[in-house]
């Protein structure tokens, strides 16, 4: 079985087991106060332009979502989210069970628009009802989004310009930062990121970590108290060193960036090939998740030998299914992958 | 001013007032389990003909659905609901704040159908990543929903047998039921409601009370320790006696029903002179809240003498309106609107 | 049976039911925006010499603790209280709820004082784990309290100064305040509670209404946005007006503190009498609450003809009981209690 | 600086960075469905004698907590725990924040005893005010405690009576299992454990691997739908499979038992030698974690070399510190920690 279905089929980038073993029996205090996340703090601040921000490493996506963002909340406060968003769909209702709502907006492409944001929060206020309703506080984007689309800069640049008019949070889940930093049409650097939002996050799960995710806070107000937050919501690892050593090796010469890069290059290959072939998209993605159009009897021979992610049923025949590149992405996979359903469809 | 803007604009239906003096001195213990309360409940089972029923008054709606859906679910499950339903709009995220997720699901009339339910549970148990996704395990449904719409009795039989073959509770707000129940258009009884449903409340609070509604369990999973929750939701009245006491006033020789029929007699009088004046609606709505579409022009002379809510702009020169009558509605007050009205639309 | 085990065994004062009655078809807007409760905010804000205080009207108690705390914390902070405090105890874990902890700190007579305030808060922050541990930010005291004991002027400043000192809020749960405010022993008016402390509730069941709660807000930083907490947890009562009314009543003509006073009679004469009987107490209450000590025997034939709460074990032969008087107490019933258990002694 | 202040200082067993090496590049589902995992849970099955238990894996201890307990609880329950329970004391309210209480028991060692369960639940369900506190449902215990005290078979199976009596759950957190059943003091295997609990969980982080937890479920009551819950709480770790190799490793060879073993001889060395010295404890720990008390002026000079946790100041001139012995302990540095006690309390 090669596996196409998600980002997260295999362990780590090596430099990271390299550096676990060498650590391994050196004695640190805990709960993230050692060298190596410091270390890792500084060299993310460093490649995010952000020196005053505040770093934070939790374990994983969901844990951050709702750590975040119950921290930047009062409790009739929620946040406002495409309605495909991560937090909406497919985090079981963990931000509801920090008592927050998710107030969801209709998207074509996963993206939040500054004009929607703006039109709902002036909709909430104006309405003579409005302290019967959660108020919006802050706004929840994901880049890419759960389908794989990107925010330019001049998008991003707008939310933060009515979430500054409006005094409301811009928080960016980036499970997936690296792989939209890194595509063709990117046109943001972390820096980008960084400047345009109140916090937001690195994801290293789903970019060449075992596990764990880099908050970034650059907005004071929501600096205080963190931690109390992280141990509340159950992401403070006792061993935080784990997550400093990770990060460490990310950043250092620039490996975030590189293996992301890798991605972009085997999803660049897949996507051209597929065009090539005739395939469509459910969705004209331009990183790492791919959404092609097959035919049923396609997509069941490919099932013997791969494994990918259904998605959407498109007609009597056809179907739209889930294809991830990742940092660990061979390209002879996804050579073979594309040779077999050029013959399949040819067949 | 004269009030149609919402149906809780008046004190009570006088019986109350009377009973609420000639008793006022009396001796009783608190928190529900005195006399009044027994008889109340007593007088509510026999009207739903429902023997075996658990009946518990609390203080307001919102309250009221909180704890009847908090107290049916486990922390990872959630609510169907109309995405118009009233705790997903106008509670401030109250259900949110107990930790269960809103699980919307978009309606043209406010109704759920039996057949959206189905779907969407059948999608949730099919798709390969259910346990991360809030479990349905509660239908939600008002009648009339919060846009005036009423279920027929097939339709909530449907609803309940889906619910039977599905595994799901279902529950329906009654904060208006005795509209529902004696407006033209009404094939049901208390007892259907009582018969196809796991748990309903009859509201007090718009038909005839200061305040109160009654929860009327059927279900006997649903029945265990009820009142714990009534306590920690806050809905557990010191002085109990004092919602025993209005709903006996409104059981009681058919009073219930009988003010609900006169709020039926004033709608229906202004729906059918509207409509012979040419007025169209937002939406068909049979109970006592009508949404006519009038010229703003209209509107704006009838704000100077009438109070009415704001619903939403038809287009750049009608917008339609909520107009409410109830138990307390003067007919005099409605001539004098449907006069007034007629007047400015020929001018 | 004549009932002394709770003080909310009788309706309301009279005077309510007439203005309920005078007013009941007048039409009002919803959820407080009343002509009713904007004058009771008025009389109370001039009571209470506190003319920029925000008032809110709740319905009940413990919808007002926690309403109030939660409002005023961050998830990951607590409320610090006596582990007697009502929100410890008596309400089902309304506040956990909510998702905040009860700091629980013992004391022999049901109050705080300053210095146990501040040594927990400073061992809170010099702990090498403080954020291990929920962050201590409100400090909850009743007053009378659960045990009917009361604070002097100089114990609530003191509170109040550690709480400054120390940047907590303080909030004195006052439901049934006017029983401490005219007990012979109190040297405090309903000004100086409003002077020290940030937050605190004039309770209205217990003294004289049907219901209600009027919350007195003096820290602007509590203010804001009050109304969506309570639009959210519950107490938000549609018909407003019906707490503006009552309200009204008790703070006109000075009514709250005369029907206090009455009680406080009653009470005078009930363990000045006990006393003398030899009589001894499980606590030196001065408030409404008392809570003799008194022989099985002797408790067993009372219970024939008087309800009480039972309280404490003693020793094998006596127990501890709990009577309360109230605004409603009948000098003839208390004579007749006297009566009674002087006759049993001496048997 | 030698640290002893925990016993999560270093970072895992060496057999575990070699198979997350061979295995790195694998490719496996996500979620914990891989075969590791699956490995893993039927290995610890097999240890504990229980092959019909459900065997989750779980990242950390407060984030395991929060998930069994909320897992087993409706809102309105509550866990009864030791007041120096680590849920009551050291998780930021994490499971205040799932909205459930702590049901706190005074103990003297940190060990709840079956009679003072009972009592509690007994005099819960015979107040007449029960319904206005939290219902006792499940019952948290730690073994080893956080002081370092066990439980032997008879009190864990008296325990288990008690819960099976008064319908409870019993819980054992066993973030420190392995240093209790390899103490000299212990009586228990890891079956025992099974045998007398409704689940407890066997710790990885404290006892050789990177982070990890096994929660181990025999109660078929609360098997169901568990994922939902570790997915809702953030605990479902995408690499899944990194918990499923660790406690492979751990529990192939006997591993886990053995590491165990090594902290015990460890401690009890420490143990003896300072007690040799005529050193006295603050409580006697059986285990890994000891509380020596101390002259001030010896931890002064100590705390130069070593790391170890304040604990408690004893008198003006001496105070207890903790210290921690773990499978990573090496030999050499408790022989030149007690050398220099040895030393520093002869000067």
Chains 1, 2, 3, 4 share one sequence.
Not at 278 to 295: E, K
């Amino acid at each position: 079985m090669i596996r196409f279905d998600s980002d997260y089929t295999e362990g780590c980038h090596p430099s990271i087991l390299k550096r676990l073993e060498e650590t391994n029996m050196v004695q640190t205090p805990g709960y993230g106060e050692d060298e190596y996340c410091k270390r890792a703090a500084a060299l993310i601040k460093q490649a995010a332009g952000a020196p005053e921000a505040d770093v934070h490493f939790l374990v994983g996506g969901t844990q951050t979502n709702v750590t975040v963002i119950s921290a930047a909340l009062k409790h009739y406060q929620g946040a406002i989210t495409a309605t495909t968003g991560h937090i909406n769909v497919h985090e079981t209702g963990a931000l509801e069970a920090c008592g927050h709502k998710c107030l969801n907006l209709d998207t074509p492409d996963g993206k939040l628009t500054a004009k929607q944001v703006e039109d709902y929060v002036e909709a909430h206020f104006a309405d003579e009802s409005f302290e019967h309703m959660v108020q919006p506080k802050l706004v929840y984007i994901s880049n890419p989004t759960e389908i794989g689309t990107i925010y330019s800069k001049e998008e991003l640049k707008a939310l933060y310009d009515v979430c500054r008019k409006r005094n409301l949070y811009l928080f960016l889940d980036g499970a997936r930062l690296g792989y939209a930093l890194m595509c063709k049409e990117n046109d943001m650097t972390l820096s980008d990121i960084a400047k345009y939002t109140d916090v937001f996050y690195i994801g290293g799960t789903k970019v060449g970590a075992l596990f764990g995710e880099a908050v970034v806070i650059t907005n004071d107000e929501l600096k205080q108290d963190f931690r109390y937050n992280i141990k509340q919501r159950g992401g403070m690892l006792a061993k935080g060193r784990l997550l400093g050593i990770q990060f460490e090796m990310l950043f250092e010469e620039n490996r975030y960036f590189e293996i992301s890069a890798h991605a972009a290059r085997m999803v660049e290959k897949l996507k051209e090939d597929l065009t090539n072939m005739g395939v469509t998209f459910y969705i004209d993605s331009p990183t790492n998740q791919q959404f092609p159009i097959l035919p049923d009897t396609v997509l069941e021979e490919l099932k013997k030998k791969y494994s990918f992610s259904y998605w959407n049923r498109m007609d009597e025949k056809h179907s739209a299914v889930r294809i991830c590149t990742s940092w660990a992405t061979k390209e002879e996979n996804v050579d073979e992958l594309l040779a077999d359903v050029r013959k399949l469809l040819k067949a």
